[in-house]
């Protein structure tokens, strides 16, 4: 596709449910974030993937969140259990691999836990 | 740890006037700074990006970011704002930690513009 793909654009929960949410990059883009954007408190950052390397999850609030990505590409941020701090727009980004290629973003999911 | 700051929540200015949204930063390397702007109901998009060379750097719409290593600043101009302009910046700061070089954002900054 031309951009970042996120789904679904929107999407409500019952608190302590399961939820997953996806993110299909730009084709030939190697790198891979996912960012949590909650009011007044900006860009929190969760988890990034880069090529086969191993995913640097240091920005992961708990270990309720948990990410995968699939052959290099499409990748599935899961949230088990879910609590209403949850609520956010979940930001996905891909980029080439050098730093100082600057990140594509998708339109985010905006999640609600009820 | 890297970071940035944007010290202000909301800059306000009149139609015409330049505009100025500032951003400092902390690293211990290079830093490679960036400014992405966030429309109302749409996704983040790329401005600029200083990597290295000349400290003023061109962007998009019309917007530049001047490096000031000696003040560690990376501030948004811009000569003559427009009502469309109006959006929610983002100052980002990224340096290379062996494989690790994530994208760190500041907590944003809401401009607008009154006509």
């Known amino acids: 596709g031309a951009g970042v793909s996120q789904s679904p654009s929107n999407k409500v929960t019952e608190k302590g449910k399961d939820v997953e949410l996806r993110c299909d990059p730009i084709?030939?883009?190697?790198?891979l974030y996912w960012y949590r954007q909650s009011l007044g408190q900006g860009l929190e950052f969760l988890i990034y993937?880069?090529?086969?390397?191993?995913?640097?999850k240091s920005g992961l609030p708990s270990d309720r969140f948990s990410a995968e990505r699939t052959g290099g590409s499409v990748s599935t941020l899961t949230i088990q259990r879910t609590q209403q701090e949850d609520s956010a727009v979940y930001l996905c980004?891909?980029?080439?691999?050098?730093?100082?290629?600057?990140?594509?973003f998708g339109s985010g999911t905006q999640l609600s836990v009820l | 740890a890297q970071s940035v700051a944007q010290p202000e929540d909301q800059v306000n200015v009149a139609e015409g006037n330049p505009l100025t949204v500032k951003c400092t930063y902390s690293?211990?390397?290079?830093?490679?700074l960036f400014w992405y702007v966030q429309y109302p109901n749409r996704g983040l998009q790329f401005l600029l990006k200083?990597?290295?060379?000349?400290?003023l750097v061109k962007g998009s719409y019309g917007f530049e970011a001047e490096f000031n290593k000696s003040q560690t600043s990376f501030h948004l101009k811009k000569p003559s704002a427009l009502v469309s302009d109006s959006a929610l910046y983002f100052c980002?700061?990224?340096?290379?930690?062996?494989?690790?070089?994530?994208?760190?954002f500041g907590k944003g900054t809401h401009l607008i513009i009154q006509p």
């Open positions: 084709s030939g883009h190697t790198a």
């Open positions: 200083y990597i290295t060379g000349d400290n």
């Open positions: 690293v211990s390397g290079n830093p490679y």
């Open positions: 980004a891909s980029s080439f691999r050098a730093p100082n290629e600057k990140l594509f």
């Open positions: 993937f880069q090529g086969n390397s191993a995913p640097d």
């Open positions: 980002a700061v990224r340096v290379l930690r062996g494989g690790a070089d994530g994208l760190t």
